[in-house]
């Protein structure tokens, strides 16, 4: 990690600490470390981690060192992944708000109870804000000022409406007649579930015509930047997008650079220097008067010819000695050792899909009917869809009787034997977990069921024990197949309600219940960030789009995407299943 990264990083505890209300003196500590590592040259941080003189520094003392030094050699800091975890991510939130820093958050919690930005707007328009010690009127209404700001102009979007804002960007500027290569890059490349801006890297023989397309596509309300090579403009949907433009040369190395993430890219050029090269989004290069002499001589001269000709990013990992790691799994999570090793796992694609379980129809809230979804699963070229309506105590959502739900059963019945469609339907349900963790239907109704996937619809206000106990029952039901959407979270929108999910997931791996991946955009749960460990551990996926009208068939697409970033292959996700296996896996269950 760089001294700069390391500062930040210090920086960050000192707010944070600040935030917890932590002793002024250790607070100033961490700012002053920042201040420190900051004005060391690099070379010098990296020779006195080496040499564990790091506390000779003025500013620098036992513990910070230490800290320092495994940040430095390990780019991580448990303490710091700790602490961070430790604070409510509402309260986080809090400071991204203009003119409200840590001292301000912690006054604004500790005595109005502000958890989030919407109790702090509920706080200010009471007057309650303008009353506190340090704030007043003014400062109230600047809060305010900067909360309709963040909403209007700083929110992040969800991944699915930058990527229909992105692609056709994309392919406009590869039809321009000035431009070779064009990749949409950042966060919507590496598919994470929301974009804070867009990122265009873009190779072309001439700069002027480029820009000015940019510059005036539709919807621009905003240039924000124009420079001789980049261009940034906003959208009236508060969206930004930044615009690149390279030599053709440099294309595979700015598109990998403004891929990221920048923990990848971190990683990445860590492993250039132990080599004695130095990767920029300008290119790979023999790195001057840095690294040892031994990866100097290793470098070579081979090595040179080869990083000279690399025109692609699979050219690119070659060139250190790695495989090819597709843009969703640049986390910083493992990657590079895994590509190292050549251990990488086959992702899964779109196209292993061959159906989906979790799907609405006009019998409760859905848009269109059973026939109108089986007929748009099979235009996807699936093999199954699985109807999952709503239950009876979902009432809001139209939730189906056991009455209505064995007609519908009946129904699907007939539409399969009736040999219409080749894809087949299979009958579920989506079951209300009671807010006792019970299950909405019996077991005699539930019984004419293919398979079930429970979920929590209403009273998420529990505690996290009682929703998880809650949850743990529902996945000890002897019916239950899979858990829908884990926590409820609507991205942008809507935390979701306390859960353990580490108990949840224990529990579904013991019981042999699926999780879904909500392939919703809004959803998109259980996080990618949980998948790796828990496939690991044997449980088994099923990505659902939970499609509530036949467009919302193709929301899969974002679910694959944040398969892929929980490294998840096809063997993991049960529908990649021919039909007659999954089948097979429904009367399995069913026959327990
Ligand atoms: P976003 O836009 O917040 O959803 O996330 P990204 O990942 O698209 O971030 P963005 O747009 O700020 O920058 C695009 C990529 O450029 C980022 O993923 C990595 C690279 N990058 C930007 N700033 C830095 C930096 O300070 N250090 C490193 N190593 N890479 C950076
Ligand atoms: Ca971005
Ligand atoms: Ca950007
Ligand atoms: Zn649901």
Not at 574 to 589: E, Q, S
Request: with cysteine; proline share 3%; charged share 25%.
């Amino acid at each position: 990690m760089t001294k700069n990264e390391i500062a930040e990083i210090l920086d960050e505890i000192g707010m944070l600490l600040e935030l917890q209300g932590e002793n002024p003196f250790k607070v100033r500590a961490y700012v002053a470390g920042a201040r420190a590592v900051e004005a060391m040259e690099g070379a010098d941080l990296a020779r006195l981690v080496e040499a564990g003189e790091l506390k000779s520094v003025k500013g620098i003392g036992d513990a910070l060192a230490l800290k320092i030094a495994e940040l430095h050699t390990t780019g991580r800091l448990g303490f710091y992944e700790k602490l961070k975890a430790s604070i409510a991510p509402g309260l986080l939130e809090l400071r991204e708000i203009p003119g409200v820093g840590p001292k301000k958050v912690r006054a604004l919690h500790t005595q109005l109870g502000v958890n989030s930005i919407a109790d702090l707007i509920a706080a200010c328009n009471d007057g309650r804000v303008a009353e506190l010690a340090g704030f007043g009127a003014k400062t109230q209404e600047k809060i305010l000022a900067g909360i309709r700001n963040r909403e209007a102009y700083g929110r992040r979007h969800l991944w699915w409406d930058a990527a229909e804002v992105a692609e056709p960007i994309v392919a406009g500027l590869r039809a321009l007649p000035q431009v070779r290569r064009a990749e949409a890059a950042g966060s919507l490349r590496r598919g994470l579930e929301t974009v804070g801006d867009l990122d265009f890297i873009v190779a072309a023989s001439d700069v002027g015509p480029v820009m000015d397309w940019f510059t005036g596509l539709a919807g621009v309300k905003e240039i924000t930047g124009r420079g001789e090579t980049k261009a940034s403009v906003r959208f009236e949907s508060g969206l930004q997008a930044d615009l690149r433009i390279v030599p053709e040369e440099q294309f595979a190395f700015a598109l990998h650079h403004f891929t990221g993430s920048k923990d990848h890219n971190v990683q990445m050029r860590q492993r250039a220097l132990a080599r004695g090269l130095s990767l920029s989004e300008w290119g790979l290069v023999p790195a001057e008067g840095e690294g040892t002499v031994k990866a100097k001589v290793e470098a070579g001269d081979a090595l040179r010819k080869k990083v000279a000709g690399v025109k692609t990013e699979a050219e690119l990992f070659a060139a250190l000695g790695l495989a090819f790691i597709p843009p969703e799994l640049r986390e910083g999570m493992g990657e590079i050792e895994a590509a190292e090793r050549g251990e990488l796992p086959r992702l899964v694609e779109a196209g292993d899909l061959r159906g989906a379980f979790h799907n609405h129809t006009t019998a409760s809230d859905g848009r269109n009917t059973l026939i109108e979804m089986v007929a748009a699963a099979e235009a996807l070229g699936w093999e199954y869809l699985g109807i999952a309506d709503h239950s009876k105590s979902s009432f809001q959502a139209n939730g189906l009787s056991e009455e209505r739900l064995l007609m519908q059963v009946a129904e699907i019945r007939k539409l399969n034997e009736s040999g219409r469609f080749k894809a087949q339907a299979f009958s579920g349900v989506e079951c209300d977990i009671l807010p006792d963790g019970r299950l909405d239907f019996d077991d005699a109704t539930l019984a004419q069921l293919d398979y079930v996937v429970a979920s929590v619809h209403n009273v998420f206000s529990q505690s996290e024990a009682v929703m998880t106990a809650r949850i743990l029952k529902a996945i000890e039901h002897p019916r239950t197949t899979m858990l829908g959407h884990l926590t409820g979270r609507l991205l942008l929108r809507r935390e979701g309600y306390q859960v353990d999910a580490a108990k949840v997931i224990d529990a579904a791996i013991a019981h042999g219940v699926v999780i879904e991946l909500n392939a919703s955009p809004w959803r998109l749960e259980l996080d990618w960030r949980l998948w790796k460990k828990a496939a690991e551990r044997g449980l088994l996926c099923a990505i659902n789009p939970d499609a509530h009208e036949t467009a919302g068939l193709e929301h899969v697409r974002a679910g694959v995407l944040a398969a892929r970033k929980g490294w998840l292959q096809r063997e993991q996700i049960l529908n990649t299943r021919p039909r007659a296996d999954v089948a097979a896996y429904f009367a399995a269950r069913r026959g327990r």
